[in-house]
């Protein structure tokens, strides 16, 4: 997947983006948000899965990422021009593609009408000055945690953002008929998007504690249904392409990830069929496996898996992560460079290359390990694991100023702005004066002092 130019490409940026870190974390606390589950290969197949909805836009495949928020309920939506989240409730709920990507569609459709920019007018009414922050705060406020990777926080549980992220029913009504049309266009049956509605349907009788996000922040109406069936209907005859066997493939893959990463590993391995020998079981099995502290066996697995696909960047991705976190750091570093031989561009395998390489705890391991991780970072900015090793990187090579430099920016992303403060200080002093660094410290240190008043 394209990754956009990160914010710290140009220092001055960054006051941009950590006032609209501070703004967006207003009424609720890094405590209280949830994580995006980074992971290279399930980021890779929804964009695989959106794009022939943003051909069907007229708009780049690049332009625009998908992001998993670590959330079980049901939900999707975006908050600018350049992401659609998900939550991973919502994809381990739809059984199918299409469903999936009448979801994409309807929420691609709400940034091609507008929506996004009448709602950052609306906030920056409201004594705001987020600019360019506002933009890209919820995808890099960063929280360290995640189950199938690193995270990134967002603050979705506060009722100011809930408030942020609803849409009015005249929206909900126009990017239903637009995200058909897109459907339509990309050759995918729209009657989808009817299923995903039925899901939700009943939701608008249960008390508010109850609902799913989606049923908040998308009003649902009967209404709404039938204007959307109406629409459907005027497409009836033409003939709407399956999705292909490769990508039903990597959706398998996709949902067999989740379901091993998340949840207790006991039910998951219970509720695995056990003359079930497909890909994603094993797959499945091995991460289970693997989170009881079953290494030979989780690695078993994934040797058999690697024999049949030897060239997989993900599965020696995931091999590395199975033996990294088995205390097996030598051999996770040879299936990480492996990893990243096949997969370069994935920003996300060179984190845990660099990850693997800090763990080697050796001069030549820590300065290979820098190497990795800002390259990294110049390719994806929001791991916020990458950036806590980073900075361990920066002091484990004798410079305690970057160190403190990008610890500071990571706490300003999480907007803990007292400790980003701290730090920047820090960095301002041991950092040459007039240097980037020591202007990127100057930049925290000023955005701090704006969101502590």
């Known amino acids: ?103 994409m569609a309807h929420e691609l459709a709400h940034i091609t009408s507008g929506h996004t920019v009448r709602r950052t007018l609306n906030r920056r009414s409201s004594n705001t000055v987020a600019g360019l922050g506002m933009l890209l705060a919820a995808a890099i406020a960063a929280s360290g945690g995640g189950n199938a990777a690193a995270g990134v926080a967002i603050g979705t549980t506060s009722a100011a953002n809930r408030n942020f992220l609803a849409h009015t029913r005249a929206e909900e009504a126009t990017a239903d008929q637009i995200g058909a049309q897109y459907m339509v266009r990309a050759g995918i049956d729209p009657r989808a998007a009817i299923k995903v509605l039925d899901i939700f349907r009943d939701q608008a009788v249960l008390s508010a504690a109850q609902q799913d996000p989606y049923s908040r922040t998308h009003p649902l109406s009967r209404d709404r249904i039938r204007a959307l069936k109406g629409a459907i209907a005027a497409y009836g005859g033409r003939h709407f392409t399956p999705p292909s066997p490769d990508m039903t493939y990597w959706f398998g893959r996709m949902r067999a990830k989740f379901r091993g990463f998340v949840g207790n590993p006991s039910a998951t391995l219970r509720h695995l069929k056990r003359g079930d ?99 990294a970072r110049q390719m994806d900015p929001r791991d916020a694991r990458m950036m806590r090793d980073l900075a361990l990187a920066w002091a484990k090579n004798g410079n305690n100023g970057m160190a403190s430099l990008v610890t500071a920016e990571r706490y300003a992303l999480l907007g803990l702005f007292k400790d980003a403060k701290t730090n920047a200080t820090r960095a301002e002093g041991l950092l040459p004066r007039g240097s980037r660094g020591w202007l990127r410290a100057e930049d925290v240190l000023a955005t701090s002092k704006v969101a502590l008043k």
Do not use: W
């Open 277 to 375: 020998t497909s890909e994603a079981t094993r797959m499945a099995r091995a991460i289970a496996l693997h989170r009881q502290g079953k290494l030979k066996e989780a690695i078993a697995l994934m040797d058999t898996l690697l024999r049949a696909r030897p060239k997989d960047p993900f599965y020696h991705e995931l091999k590395g992560q199975i033996l990294l976190e088995g205390r097996q750091p030598k051999r996770a570093v040879k299936s990480y460079r492996t990893a990243v031989s096949l997969a370069p561009r994935q920003a996300l395998i060179r984190a845990g290359l660099g990850r693997a390489l800090l763990s080697l705890r050796t001069k030549s391991g820590n300065r290979a390990a820098l190497k990795v991780l800002k390259k």
């Open 1 to 103: 997947m394209v990754r956009r130019s990160h914010p710290f490409a140009c220092p001055r940026l960054l006051l941009c983006v950590l006032i609209g870190v501070a703004l967006l974390v207003q009424g609720g606390t890094p405590a209280t948000a949830r994580g995006l589950i980074r992971d290279a290969e399930i980021e890779r197949t929804l964009a695989r899965i959106a794009r022939p909805l943003f051909n069907a836009a007229g708009i780049s495949p690049g332009r625009i990422d998908v992001l998993v928020v670590d959330d079980p309920t049901l939900n999707a939506f975006v908050i600018d021009n350049h992401t659609i989240f998900l939550h991973s409730g919502l994809i381990r709920r739809l059984p199918d593609i299409p469903m999936l990507q009448a979801v």
